[in-house]
């Protein structure tokens, strides 16, 4: 899986900043914490963590990042050490989300 997270944070740096990104092992153990990280958050989501969970949510997690100073900064080790502000970012604006959280305000009040 890690070949796999690679070859994704290559394609988006490159995307983003039109450079190959240059990686060591700094950051290559960056990268190994981030995807516990991003682990963590699939199963706490109760799914099944597999290639394409991880990659998804990996690609999907990336997308979402609209800091101007990370992306004018974009470093694994930054995107690693912001993770939990950038997920929770992430999930406070993503439309798919926003529904979920909708109902669960709304169950809260129904319980009331």
């Known amino acids: 899986m890690h070949k796999l997270f690679v070859t994704i944070w290559f394609d988006y740096y490159k995307a983003k900043t039109g450079q190959v990104y240059c990686m060591d092992g700094q950051q290559g153990k960056h990268l190994k914490l981030l995807i516990k990280k991003i682990?963590?958050?699939?199963?706490?989501?109760?799914?099944?963590?597999?290639?394409?969970?991880?990659?998804?949510?990996?690609?999907?997690?990336?997308?979402?990042i609209q800091d101007k100073w990370i992306l004018e900064n974009l470093d694994i080790s930054i995107i690693n050490s912001k993770f939990n502000v950038?997920?929770?970012?992430?999930?406070?604006?993503?439309?798919?989300?926003?529904?979920?959280?909708?109902?669960?305000?709304?169950?809260?009040?129904?319980?009331?």
């Open 39 to 64: 682990e963590s958050k699939v199963i706490e989501r109760g799914m099944e963590v597999n290639d394409e969970t991880m990659s998804n949510s990996f690609k999907g997690f990336l997308g979402m």
């Open 86 to 112: 950038l997920y929770s970012k992430a999930v406070r604006t993503n439309p798919f989300t926003a529904g979920d959280r909708i109902e669960q305000i709304l169950n809260s009040q129904r319980a009331r």
